[in-house]
Every structure is written in C-alpha cells, then in structure tokens.
C-alpha cells in the first residue's frame, strides 16, 4: 500500500512536469532546429543538427531583433510608469477603505471589485475615441494609465485586505507618542505592508508583460507597442519564421519565468489573498 | 470636519482614474450602442434604439461566436476546477522539493497568454508538429491531423490553453482552502470511523465550498474574456471566434462601432452576472 502511494506519487509528478514544463522544452527546440527541419515529414522528435541562427539574428541587430529589443524595452517603460503611478494610489484607497469609517465606502468597494469582470472591449471604443480626439494615442504614458485602471481594484483590495490584519492599537499607539495620521502611516504601517506591497508589484509587473489587446487598438506605433503585439506581427507577416517566433518566444519568458521562480512566496501569496480574506 | 473629507481626499486619485477610464467608457459604449454608426459612413451618426442589438441576435455570426464562446466557458470551468483540484492535492504533499514544484506550477499563469499561445500552437501545429509527430510515432495516425483548422478541435486546443493558463490560480485558491481546514477535523472524523468518501463529502466540500466559489467565478471570467490565445492559435480568422473577437473585429475592422458597442454590451451582460457571484463568493470571506 505504501508502495502503491508513493509510485502514485512519482506518477504525478512525472504527469505534472510534463504537462507544465513540455510546451517550454517543445518550443526551445524548436527554437534551435533549423529552418528547413522544423516542419519537415518525419515523426522525429529531434533535430539532426542544431542552431542558434535564430538567436543570433534576434540578438544581432537585425531588422526584427531591434523591433523584438524595442518592444521589450517598450514593455518594460510601460512597467516603470505603471508602478510608479499605480501602487502609490492603491495604497491611499487601501487605507482609506480599510482604516477609514466615511459614508458610500461598501458601494464604492464594490463598485470597484465588480469592473474586475467587464471585458476590456467594454471600454475601449470610447477610450480609442478619446485618446484619437486628444492625440493620446501611441503615448506610453497614457497606455500605462489604462493598465493601472484595469489594476487598481485588485491592487486596493489586495492591499486593504492586508492592513485590516494589521492591529488598529499600534496606529493609535504611535498617535498617542504624538505622531500625525500620516508619520504613523509612514513609520508603523508602510513598515509591516512590504510583503503586500512586493506582491502587488510582482502582480502588475507580470500583468502589464502580458499586455495584448489594450496596445493592440491603442498603440501602433513602434515607438510605442509591446513586445506582445511585436511577436504577433511575426506571425502575420508575409513570410512566417518559426523557428524566430519561438527563439523570441523564449526570450520573452525569460522576465516572468525569473520573477515566478525567485519571487515564488510573494507570488503565491498575493495571489491567495485575492481567494482569501487577510 | 476636517476627518470627513479625508478619506474621499485618499480615493479622490483613483475615483478619477476609474471615472475617466473605465466608468465613463461603461456608459459612452452603451450610447453607442443605440447609434447608427460606421466610421465608414461618418456623416450619418443618429439614435436607432435597440436596432444594433435586433440586428446581432439575428446574424447567423453572433450564434456562431455564441457558441464558440459557450464551449470554451463550459469546457475551460469543469476541467479548470478537476485539475486545480487535483494539483492542489497534489502540491499540497510535503517533499523536499515543493518549493520547486510549486514555482514551476505558477509559470503558466505567470506569462504572457500570447505566448501561451505560441507555445502550444507548436505542440498542436497543424503539420509535422508535436502531437502529430508522437501520434504518428504512435502509429496512431499515418497523416498529420489538422487541429487548428477545423472548428471543434481548433476551439479545443483554444480551451486546453485556457486551462492550462487558469490551473495554477485555481489550484492556489483550492490549496489556501485545503490549508484552512484544521487537522483536527480530519484526525476527528477517523477515530469516529469516517471513510475516505464520507470525510471529503462532509468535511473537505463544505469547508472548501466558498474558496472553489472564488476559483471558479473568477475561472469563468477568463473563460468570456478569452482574446490573445485565439489570436496566437489562428490568428484573427472567423474559425474560432469567440464573441469578444467578433466585437473586436466589428469595430476595429469593419468600423462598425454602433453594432461592435452592441456586442460588447451582450459581453458585459454575462461578464456582469457573474460579477455579481463573484462580489458575493469575495464578501462571504469576510464574515468568517
């Protein structure tokens, strides 16, 4: 019987490393195999002969390296932008919805939780309309203002679930020492909420990585579009490189895989207590 | 007095945001939804009522995007919820390399679902790919088989995508839920004699009930939401769209903005329903 267990056990994992990790090791391949073999009529699984042609021409300068290179880049200034804007202004909801007794604050909860559901369409024509009248598109600035609207409710609620564990009795205990509503903020509960906060920045970094259909109406420009919308366009274009596809693929994962294997604890963390209540 | 205001002084930044954003766009769709409007014709922009939404409802296309649709939701939420179980009950043994185990389970949710996309439209490619080579292999089959250019199995691998990309959220929500149960309870129900069965029908499912609540609310808004995998997996053909995609197509496209408002706003509606269950599935942890 413990036998059996324990096989069972092996089992699983061998399914569960399969399944998670297959499609990586697949598109590597791929990614090494050369042109002419990739889809060519055999049941083979691995190449003859390996290359990393398709490496070299992404990381040589080559015309759809630098676009890849600037859509990355681009990504990435969409990250700066949207942190710097976004946890600073979840953090003042939180503490407002989670310390602060006002009238209107539960409808105002839910009226932001429920947007979390509305489908991104919903409010993209208008948005494209008023971005095109206001000459907003193409604007990483403005783009990354969409994203931290479409992140703000899950960011607050995140963060105001964290807070109210944190006792009321150590604020008013630094407010008594003297201490303002803001320093106690600052020196008692800004202190203790860096795990949440770490969590919620992990979160919108990954989010905003995997932005596709908000840069796909609202920014076109390659000054402006993401890494996401770049790789597509290799896949739509006249003549479709697999084998490119994939190298860039992989090196595209290479941030969130990074950030999920070193910041595995925040991770899960944060995204348990979108499920659990503190 | 000066206490009243503060608290609307510290959400005043993101009422704005929100209001401008998302609020705002909310209402203006649906007003656009009431209009003749096609950037192709843009001098004749005027009020026709519901005629946009007549319109769709009678279009052979929206029930085949419906349909679409009603698959990938069906299929992404029943295994979405037997598979985060099973690698929740998985995850949740304890070996020495749990950690690993459990940064690789978060991987698919971590990145992009574009190329999530691209990473299974080389295992299920229509030719030599993948699973064509191992069926063959197999002597399954002599010649490729066209997964993604057929519409069942193309909105198959759509789904299976899906859920491999919602299996790790739903397993940590399945696990937070494991771990909430006390030990107590289980170590209980076996001196009193409890099977295996009994023990999960009546104390695993209860106690579990609220978190798989949250899991599969939130799954099955993935699930309408669905756009960068399709795109990845067959680009922006008719095959296998889902509604979303045929809103996206008849706006950006077409320039249909009244009739692609229209769409949206059927969406919304069951995006809407949901959010409703989902408010509650999230409130309910409060009280307890």
């Known amino acids: 019987m413990k036998y059996a267990k324990k096989a069972g056990y092996y089992l699983a994992t061998i399914l569960f490393l399969i399944f998670t990790v297959g499609p990586f090791v697949w598109t590597f391949i ?39 290179f600037k859509g990355m880049y681009n990504s990435m200034r969409a990250v700066g932008i949207t942190l710097v804007i976004g946890i600073p202004i979840a953090m003042m909801s939180a503490y407002a919805l989670s310390r602060m007794e006002f009238k209107g604050r539960k409808v105002i909860k839910n009226l932001f939780l429920i947007t979390m559901v509305i489908p991104v369409m919903a409010t993209i024509i208008p948005l494209y309309r008023m971005f095109a009248a206001g000459k907003m598109l193409d604007n990483i600035f403005w783009l990354s203002l969409v994203y931290v609207s479409s992140y703000l409710p899950m960011a607050s609620w995140l963060i105001s679930n964290y807070f109210a564990t944190i006792p009321k009795e150590l604020e008013e205990a630094a407010m008594i ?7 106690a903020f600052f020196r008692i509960i800004l202190p203790l909420s860096r795990p949440i906060i770490l ?19 609202l920014a076109s420009s390659m000054e402006t579009k993401p890494m996401a919308i770049v790789v597509s366009e290799f896949m739509t274009k006249d003549s479709i490189q697999y084998g490119l596809i994939a190298a860039a693929g992989m090196t595209a994962l290479i941030p969130p895989a990074l950030t999920a294997m070193l910041f595995r604890k925040y991770l899960i963390s944060g995204m348990m207590g979108g499920s659990v209540k503190g | ?22 609020f705002y766009p909310i209402i203006a769709t649906f007003s656009y939804s009431l209009k003749k409007w096609k950037l192709t014709a843009p ?3 005027h009020f026709i009522g519901i005629k946009n939404y007549l319109d769709i409802i009678q279009s052979d296309s929206f029930w085949y995007s419906m349909q679409n649709t009603l698959f990938i939701l069906v299929f992404v939420v029943i295994f979405t919820t037997l598979f985060g179980y099973l690698v929740a009950s998985f995850l949740n043994v304890d070996v020495k390399w749990s950690g690993i185990l459990l ?27 993948f699973l064509n080579k191992l069926l063959i292999g197999l002597g399954i089959t002599s010649k490729p088989i066209e997964f993604l250019g057929s519409r069942w199995t193309l909105l198959l691998v ?91 197509l008849t706006t950006f496209t077409f320039l249909n903005f009244g009739k692609g408002s229209a769409m949206t706003y059927i969406v919304m509606f069951f995006a809407l ?6 408010l509650r599935s999230l409130n309910r942890e409060v009280e307890y």
Do not use: H
Request: glycine residues 8%; proline residues 7%; neutral net charge.
């Open chain 2, 158 to 248: 759509i789904s299976i995508v899906v859920v491999w990309r919602s299996i790790p959220f739903m397993a940590l929500v399945c696990l937070a839920g494991r771990q909430s149960i006390p030990v107590d309870f289980y170590e209980a129900a076996k001196m009193d004699g409890g099977t295996p069965g009994m023990i999960f029908r009546y104390i695993t499912m209860p106690l579990m009930k609220p978190f798989l609540a949250v899991g599969i609310t939130s799954t099955s808004v993935t699930a309408i939401n669905v756009f960068d995998e399709i795109v990845a997996l067959s680009g922006y053909s008719d095959l296998g769209k889902n509604i979303l995609m045929e809103s996206y």
């Open chain 1, 30 to 68: 791929i990614s090494v195999t050369p042109d002419y073999a990739i889809f060519a009529p055999t049941s083979k699984m691995l190449p003859e002969s390996i290359t990393f042609a398709n490496y070299v021409e992404l990381f040589s300068g080559s015309r759809r390296g630098n676009a890849f």
């Open chain 2, 1 to 22: 007095m000066k206490k009243k205001i503060l608290p609307y002084l510290l959400l005043a930044p993101m009422i704005l945001i929100m209001g401008v954003l998302v």
């Open chain 1, 199 to 217: 969590s919620v920045t992990l979160i919108m970094f990954l989010n905003t990585w995997s932005q596709f259909q908000i840069p796909l109406i």
């Open chain 2, 43 to 45: 001098g004749d922009i």
């Open chain 2, 103 to 129: 940064s690789l389970s978060i991987l698919p949710w971590a990145l992009p679902p574009y190329v999530n996309g691209v990473l299974w439209k080389f295992v299920f490619f229509s030719g030599y790919g």
């Open chain 1, 177 to 183: 020492d003297g201490c303002g509503r803001g320093a």
């Open chain 2, 273 to 278: 329903i949901l959010g409703v269950f989902y």
